[in-house]
């Protein structure tokens, strides 16, 4: 059993970055794929991030290429969403996931175990 517990979220203005982190407990994370998502105030949980440490691929959504960055720090057992150039459309709640699975990473089913999410809140 894994627990993921997600903080560093917050109040930014456009423009500004703020870093997220997902640390793990139970087992360490680095036989998982990881994954973040978000979700904003009626809509769906949409994928934001996600990477196979295993040597695979690092995806991303179209919307925040270039802004965000999924890493992480074994010695913390720790994922990191670090998030630039906010946009007020990138407020949501933001999840961390993990998976065993090495493919379909940008799908919710995909994910074994979820964090309980940290608000993200970008003002213009």
């Known amino acids: 059993q894994v627990q993921l517990v997600e903080s560093g979220g917050g109040l930014v203005q456009a423009g500004g970055s703020l870093r997220l982190s997902c640390a793990a407990s139970?087992?360490?994370?680095?036989?998982?794929?990881m994954g973040w998502f978000r979700q904003a105030p009626g809509k769906e949980r949409q994928f934001v991030a996600a990477?196979?440490?295993?040597?695979?691929?690092?995806y991303y959504t179209d919307s925040v290429k270039g802004r965000f960055t999924i890493s992480r720090d074994n010695a913390k057992d720790t994922v990191y969403l670090q998030m630039n150039s906010l946009k007020p459309e990138d407020t949501a709640v933001y999840y961390c996931?993990?998976?065993?699975?090495?493919?379909?990473?940008?799908?919710?089913?995909?994910?074994?175990?979820w964090g309980q999410g940290t608000q993200v809140t970008v003002s213009s």
């Open positions: 139970g087992r360490t994370l680095s036989s998982y794929a």
């Open positions: 996931a993990a998976s065993k699975a090495i493919l379909g990473l940008r799908s919710i089913s995909t994910y074994d175990y």
């Open positions: 990477k196979n440490w295993s040597g695979g691929p690092t």
